[in-house]
């Protein structure tokens, strides 16, 4: 079955061709995937700390997550790995019932995702609205900063804060103004380097100049060995040793249904962040596939799950990772960090890597949103500035469903009072209503307020060419409306309804008049004549 929604899904083969991969492309997706690599690491770890597992489950779940989702996800070039906004919902269930727990869990996350995957639910990403994805970029760039101020900790003591600015000593005096000089000198080496040349990505020359400078000087700066040893082997294959029954199924279902959700959605906004940078577009099913197949085989070897991550997203296509060559080469480097490098990368000082997320933050950021808050509607605005708020005090699957349904009830109650009707009489006497704007849920009480049976003439005519009847409340209004109408024995006609109006308008249909300009859609409640709702059957 995976098989040949894999095929319907034009799964991209991945193959490395010479005519294709040139040697400057591969110069370039090289050194991009070993710039994602080096920011990884201190992100794998300290959302280790956060979900309360070792280090080493966050840097497995970066390797097998990150591979998995560059050979097979839905967009190129973006990548994939252990994030926060999981790990905060992992740690109640690693605190009260272990980390084989959390295994499963991420197994049972993988399947829903690959279900959602396989029934095209990816697709439904479109119905976020324009202001719901400034607020998240926004809400994420401020996320993304706040995470790096840990690192101004002392080192030892970041780890008790958790994924908050909670606990920890902060540094001061010297150690601070070191500190902040080396995050200062990465940003500008990377400022520079992007504009006056192209041979180095410009993350990995700010990240390699500043080591360079640190362990020369042999400068007393944190460093990525100061959060914890990323030394170890290859990951083994694992199956998590929990109870085989419902009891285990209770505890385990509700966080691997959130932890899905929160999955699909970063990940889904990622790829379309991602499209916007790259002028790519679609793969939703197939990213969320992807993510589906990662996570179950990281789940079995020992990882925390992940999903994408819009930092190393950005850090990626802006140092010019744009094929799915860079997002391997990203998984296969740190698995070399983690097998041969531990030494030589737990000498490269936090600073620099905190320099690089810092210029993510500002690339991120929409910093535009400040100059049409003032211009865009107030209901747009308040949006923006609701799921903003909401990504950083709460999470992002949360901010992105409340700005959703924020955005729908401000959308149904502006289209609830374009309902109206312009009226006239026709040379014989009868009353023509002229409905304009959509009928539905919202409007239907407002369509019925438009009438005034017991003043109209015996003929009355609604004519709906300018008007859309979008649902079962809709027609349920027509019908009343009718049936006063015949309760005082007066005539009414209904023109220009669409041919599955004439159908589900069961008690009215003798009242609809046949035009050959009558619309032609559907309305979506053929559920309510085979239940009788509208009466008849």
């Given at each position: 079955?995976?098989?040949?929604?894999?095929g319907?899904?034009?799964?991209?083969?991945?193959?490395?061709?010479?005519?294709?991969?040139?040697?400057?492309?591969?110069?370039?997706?090289?050194?991009s995937?070993?710039?994602?690599?080096?920011?990884?690491?201190?992100?794998a770890?300290?959302?280790?700390?956060?979900?309360?597992?070792?280090?080493?489950?966050?840097?497995?779940?970066?390797f097998?997550?990150?591979?998995?989702?560059?050979?097979?996800?839905?967009?190129?070039?973006?990548?994939?790995?252990?994030?926060?906004?999981?790990?905060?919902?992992?740690v109640?269930?690693?605190?009260?019932?272990?980390?084989?727990?959390?295994?499963?869990?991420?197994?049972?996350?993988?399947?829903?995702?690959?279900?959602?995957?396989?029934?095209?639910?990816?697709?439904?990403?479109?119905?976020?609205?324009?202001?719901?994805?400034?607020?998240?970029?926004?809400?994420?760039?401020?996320?993304?900063?706040?995470?790096?101020?840990?690192?101004?900790?002392?080192?030892?003591?970041?780890?008790?804060g958790?994924?908050?600015?909670?606990?920890?000593?902060?540094?001061?005096?010297?150690?601070?103004a070191?500190?902040?000089?080396?995050?200062?000198?990465?940003?500008?080496?990377?400022?520079?380097?992007?504009?006056?040349?192209?041979?180095?990505?410009?993350?990995?020359?700010?990240?390699?100049?500043?080591?360079?400078?640190v362990?020369?000087?042999?400068?007393?700066?944190?460093?990525?060995?100061?959060?914890?040893?990323i030394?170890?082997?290859?990951?083994?294959f694992?199956l998590?040793?929990?109870?085989?029954?419902?009891?285990?199924?209770?505890?385990?279902?509700?966080?691997?249904?959130?932890?899905?959700?929160?999955?699909?959605?970063?990940?889904?906004?990622?790829?379309?962040?991602?499209?916007?940078?790259?002028?790519?577009?679609?793969?939703?099913?197939?990213?969320c596939?992807?993510?589906?197949?990662?996570?179950?085989?990281?789940?079995?070897?020992?990882?925390?799950?992940g999903?994408?991550?819009?930092?190393?997203?950005m850090?990626?296509?802006?140092?010019?990772?744009?094929?799915?060559l860079a997002?391997?080469?990203?998984?296969?480097?740190?698995?070399?960090?983690?097998?041969?490098?531990?030494?030589?990368?737990?000498q490269?000082?936090?600073?620099?890597?905190?320099?690089v997320?810092?210029?993510?933050?500002?690339?991120?950021?929409a910093?535009?949103?400040?100059?049409?808050?003032?211009?865009?509607?107030?209901?747009?605005?308040f949006?923006?500035?609701?799921?903003?708020?909401v990504?950083?005090?709460?999470?992002?699957?949360?901010?992105?469903?409340?700005?959703?349904?924020?955005?729908?009830?401000?959308?149904?109650?502006?289209?609830?009072?374009?309902i109206h009707?312009r009226?006239?009489?026709?040379?014989?006497?009868?009353?023509?209503?002229?409905?304009?704007?959509?009928?539905?849920?919202?409007?239907?009480?407002?369509?019925?307020?438009?009438?005034?049976?017991?003043?109209?003439?015996?003929?009355?005519?609604?004519?709906?060419?300018?008007?859309?009847?979008a649902?079962?409340?809709?027609?349920?209004?027509?019908e009343t409306?009718?049936?006063?109408?015949?309760?005082?024995?007066?005539t009414?006609?209904?023109?220009?309804?669409?041919?599955?109006?004439?159908?589900?308008?069961?008690?009215?249909?003798?009242?609809?008049?046949?035009?050959?300009?009558?619309?032609?859609?559907?309305?979506?409640v053929?559920?309510?004549?085979?239940?009788?709702?509208?009466?008849?059957?």
């Open positions: 079955m995976l098989a040949s929604f894999a319907r899904l034009s799964v991209p083969e991945i193959k490395f061709s010479r005519d294709h991969y040139t040697p400057a492309l591969v110069r370039t997706e090289l050194l995937g070993l710039t994602v690599a080096l920011a990884l690491v201190p992100e770890v300290a959302f280790a700390f956060v979900a309360g597992v070792h280090p080493l489950v966050g840097l497995y779940a970066a097998i997550v990150g591979l998995i989702t560059a050979l097979i996800g839905g967009r190129p070039g973006m990548i994939s790995g252990a994030t926060g906004a999981l790990a905060v919902v992992m109640s269930l690693v605190a009260s019932y272990g980390v084989e727990y959390l295994f499963a869990t991420v197994v049972l996350m993988g399947l829903l995702q690959m279900a959602a995957g396989v029934l095209r639910l990816g697709k439904f990403i479109r119905l976020v609205p324009h202001p719901v994805m400034l607020g998240f970029v926004n809400g994420l760039a401020i996320v993304i900063f706040m995470a790096q101020l840990t690192q101004f900790q002392v080192p030892g003591t970041a780890e008790a958790g994924h908050g600015l909670l606990g920890g000593e902060w540094l001061t005096g010297w150690p601070l070191l500190m902040l000089g080396l995050v200062g000198l990465t940003m500008g080496i990377i400022w520079a380097a992007g504009r006056f040349q192209r041979l180095i990505p410009a993350p990995l020359a700010g990240i390699g100049i500043v080591a360079a400078v362990i020369g000087f042999g400068l007393e700066v944190p460093r990525v060995g100061d959060l914890a040893s030394k170890g082997g290859l990951p083994q694992h998590p040793s929990v109870p085989l029954n419902l009891e285990t199924l209770r505890i385990i279902f509700p966080y691997a249904v959130i932890l899905a959700m929160i999955g699909l959605i970063e990940s889904l906004l990622t790829l379309n962040l991602v499209g916007e940078i790259t002028g790519k577009r679609g793969g939703a099913s197939q990213e596939v992807a993510q589906g197949v990662a996570n179950t085989v990281t789940g079995f070897f020992g990882g925390m799950g999903c994408a991550m819009i930092g190393q997203s850090i990626n296509v802006k140092s010019g990772g744009r094929t799915r997002g391997v080469a990203a998984a296969l480097f740190l698995l070399g960090f983690i097998l041969f490098g531990s030494s030589a990368i737990e490269i000082p936090l600073a620099a890597l905190v320099g997320m810092f210029m993510v933050v500002i690339g991120t950021f910093w535009n949103s400040f100059r049409i808050l003032r211009r865009v509607p107030r209901t747009d605005a949006v923006i500035l609701l799921v903003t708020g990504t950083v005090l709460e999470d992002l699957a949360t901010a992105v469903v409340v700005g959703v349904i924020v955005s729908a009830l401000a959308y149904a109650w502006q289209n609830a009072r374009r009707a009226t006239y009489l026709t040379d014989g006497g009868a009353k023509v209503y002229q409905i304009q704007g959509p009928l539905f849920f919202g409007s239907a009480e407002g369509f019925s307020e438009l009438f005034t049976p017991a003043d109209d003439p015996d003929e009355v005519i609604i004519d709906f060419a300018d008007s859309r009847v649902d079962q409340s809709a027609l349920s209004a027509i409306i009718a049936a006063k109408y015949q309760a005082l024995g007066k009414i006609q209904l023109r220009h309804l669409s041919h599955d109006c004439h159908q589900l308008l069961s008690r009215a249909g003798q009242l609809i008049v046949d035009s050959d300009d009558d619309p032609d859609y559907e309305i979506a053929d559920y309510s004549v085979r239940t009788g709702m509208l009466g008849g059957h």
